[in-house]
């Protein structure tokens, strides 16, 4: 389109000027309807090609103006999400979609203190697609910080968890949980207790003082992220992070039939 326009241009300007064209191709000065012989003279050959110049490079931006003057045009933008490539990159504008890191070998749960500081975990459900979407990016945001920012390298113990095993860790005790079926976040996908991994072992006590100083991080980049850490309740679930979604409350009050707030 622009060569077609540089030749209009070109075009325009040997039908306009006849003699400044055949100057400039001649290489001497001739004589230039309504101008004066001394105008002409003092034109000369470097005049013709600085003004053929101009004109030809003002005549394609003046034509191309004139044109989307008369014909307003609209670029496709980056929103519609009918043309494929601008799909994806609406997608990418949305914010970086993180992937779930790999599974912790299954024997890593069924080392002795892991079992004696948790019997039940072995069996606990660590799917990363049975959770809330939205909730899985906060929480590997948070994993990522831990790792990039203080070097501790996550892992997750337990996502969601069934109405059943709610039940199963209630009838062991308010030392483990106070919260019955349907009054856990778990239940809802919106819920994780997590821990460390070091040297390849999955590192749970806070006994440990590298672990202490690793859940304190922890709830800190958590609560950055706008979610509610276990850390800060009176019986205090280090491992424990919860999205409080908006609305869920008066949902876990309806479907539990009780009136008080979840627990962990």
């Known amino acids: 389109m622009l060569g077609a326009l540089l030749l209009s241009g070109v075009l325009v300007a040997a039908w306009l000027f006849p003699g400044w064209w055949q100057g400039a191709w001649r290489g001497r000065a001739v004589p230039v309807p309504g101008l004066s012989r001394l105008a002409v003279r003092r034109l000369g050959r470097r005049g013709a090609w600085w003004w053929g110049g101009l004109l030809l490079l003002c005549l394609p931006a003046a034509v191309v103006m004139a044109w989307s003057r008369w014909h ?48 039940f975990l072995a069996t606990a459900d660590r799917r990363w697609d049975q959770m809330d979407p939205a909730f899985v ?101 280090l491992g424990h992070i919860e999205w409080r979604k908006p609305g869920m409350q008066a949902a876990m009050r309806a479907r539990a039939g009780v009136g008080a707030g979840a627990a962990p």
């Open 72 to 119: 307003p045009q609209r670029l496709d933008g980056f929103d519609d999400a009918t043309v494929p490539a601008n799909a994806q990159v609406a997608q990418l504008l949305l914010g970086e979609h993180l992937v779930p890191p790999p599974p912790v070998p299954p024997d890593v749960f069924l080392a002795a203190d892991i079992v004696a500081e948790q019997p």
């Open 137 to 237: 990016q906060a929480v590997l945001q948070v994993f990522r910080a831990m790792k990039a920012t203080h070097g501790y390298d996550m892992a997750l113990l337990e996502g969601w968890r069934s109405p059943q095993r709610q039940a199963l860790l209630a009838a062991r005790g308010p030392a483990v949980t106070q919260a019955g079926p349907w009054q856990s976040y778990h239940q809802w996908g919106l819920a994780a207790d997590c821990a460390f991994l070091r040297d390849g072992r999955l590192v749970i006590s806070e006994r440990d003082p590298w672990a202490r100083q690793g859940y304190a991080l922890f709830g800190q980049v958590a609560e950055q992220m706008g979610l509610t850490w276990g850390g800060r309740w009176q019986m205090a679930d």
